[in-house]
């Protein structure tokens, strides 16, 4: 079977996820074939560097043979089985190891099977927590404008992306929305840590009106991925958790996109030295392998719901595949090569790498900004340079990117104008410079006319 064989019986029964279907007819989905580190290859030898993880879930690269093996062992034994009233090996060993590597104070872990399914059980918590403590006049959420937490009803209400939410705002939950403190709009000269600090002000403001309805703020740490990769100072997190504390308000970190070291640090909340009472995990959870997601809590919120069951206190919620034995045990797997591997000193050097390679494209007539915040790099690319009037999104100059970077073997997908590399952390110093010279022929094509 080669290529176009497998992407035509695709398109006779597929339906992709975040996809004009139509848009395939003029480049058919890639089938691919196998991974082996970076690298995916599909059924005609062709392959592809994989400059966004997969959707930001690989960290270790494809076909990790320490993962495998890992997968391997775990199938002799135990595939799945229900996790109420039930338990396992790597569920408690993985809790265990979670609560041992986040900030200090989170001492429970609560399952789920995805990173949107993380955030509606973080928002339901916190809920749920307020009314079981006689609040129940809390029933908001506060959030920042241009955030992503996922396409459920729940975690789409307190996101802000236009694009996937304005259509279903009729079913949604309404959010209270602060500006985000991206220090993409800072002015010349004013640093990272200052606009934070300026911006935290309307939160401020916020917190006190409605300390009253807030239940939680929900916000993604240091990096907004899926709104283009907008960056903001860890001070931010620093007044945000020391307002939350002040206006008796919860703090959920979503570190679904930055957790497990995008950031540089293992989680993005230890730059700014919080806690927060949520904190989402997924995506690079279990290494890139399998669906898995959960959240940690404290003793506090734990203890909220313990009760005699006649009391109805207790969060009645749960997935079928809650913390399944397989997903755990990539989980398990992952963390061990984070350990073994040395990674965070490791992506210092690579996170280096990216920096140098990406350099140049300062001084491109239509790239506004680059950006980075550990391994995560952002190229944002304008118009008008002198005053950063942005393409119009219908001109989609992102697909150019993309269609000239797999002519050339390498997978970037960029969010609207902004290009960015979110790499597995095996990538080599070579194929980082690689990509970043597809990325500066990409950037030359699409900017053009
Ligand atoms: C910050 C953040 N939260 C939540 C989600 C949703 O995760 P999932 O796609 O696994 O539902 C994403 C996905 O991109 C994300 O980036």
Redesign the pocket.
């Known amino acids: 079977m080669n290529n176009h064989n497998w992407s035509s019986r695709d398109l006779a029964v597929l339906w992709h996820p975040c996809t004009q279907m139509k848009d395939h007819e003029a480049l058919p989905p890639i089938p691919i074939k196998r991974g082996q580190g970076v690298w995916l290859e599909d059924f005609e030898g062709n392959r592809y560097l994989d400059a966004i993880s997969s959707?930001?879930v690989n960290l270790f690269g494809h076909g990790h043979p320490y993962i495998k093996a890992a997968l391997k062992d775990q199938l002799e034994t135990l595939e799945h089985v229900i996790l109420a009233g039930f338990t396992h090996e790597p569920a408690v060993r993985l809790a265990e190891r979670l609560i041992g590597l986040s900030p200090k104070g989170l001492s429970r872990c609560f399952y789920a099977d995805?990173?949107?399914?993380?955030?509606e059980v973080a928002l339901k918590m916190s809920f749920h927590f307020w009314r079981n403590a006689g609040k129940p006049e809390k029933t908001r959420f506060i959030a920042l404008s241009n955030?992503?937490?996922?396409?459920?009803l729940g975690?789409l209400a307190v996101?802000d992306v236009a694009l996937y939410k304005k259509i279903y705002e009729p079913l949604l939950l309404k959010p209270i929305t602060v500006e985000s403190p991206d220090c993409h709009y800072r002015e010349s000269g004013e640093t990272w840590a200052d606009y934070s600090r300026r911006k935290f002000a309307e939160m401020e403001r916020t917190l006190a009106a409605h300390a009253t309805e807030a239940c939680a703020v929900i916000v993604?740490p240091l990096v907004?991925?899926?709104g283009g990769m907008r960056m903001y100072d860890p001070v931010y997190l620093k007044l945000l958790r020391e307002a939350c504390d002040r206006h008796g308000v919860h703090l959920i970190a979503?570190?679904?996109?930055?957790g497990f070291g995008r950031t540089g640090t293992l989680f993005a909340c230890e730059q700014a030295d919080i806690r927060p009472d949520f904190m989402?995990l997924?995506?690079g959870l279990t290494g890139g392998y399998l669906?898995l997601?959960c959240v940690l809590t404290t003793e506090a919120v734990y203890a909220a719901f313990y009760d005699e069951y006649a009391r109805l206190k207790a969060f009645l919620h749960s997935h079928s595949y809650t913390g399944n034995a397989l997903a755990c045990r990539a989980a398990l797997a992952t963390l061990d090569l984070f350990e073994k591997e040395n990674t965070l000193a490791a992506n210092r050097l690579l996170a280096d790498v990216m920096a140098e390679s990406a350099a140049a494209f300062e001084d491109h007539p239509h790239v506004a900004e680059v950006r980075q915040t550990g391994m995560i790099l952002a190229i944002e690319l304008v118009r008008n340079k002198a005053d950063r009037e942005p393409y119009p999104w219908q001109e989609r100059r992102g697909l150019r990117v993309y269609r000239h970077g797999l002519t050339r073997g390498v997978l970037l997908r960029p969010l609207g104008n902004v290009i960015y590399f979110m790499p597995p952390y095996v990538i080599a110093p070579d194929e980082i410079r690689f990509m970043a010279d597809v990325a500066g022929e990409a950037i030359d094509i699409a900017t053009r006319d």
């Not at 979503?254 to 930055?258: H, L, N, R, S, Y």
């Open positions: 959707w930001w995805n990173g949107s399914s993380a955030v955030s992503y937490h996922g396409e459920t975690a996101g993604e907004q991925c899926a979503d570190e679904i996109a930055v989402c997924s995506k669906p997601s």
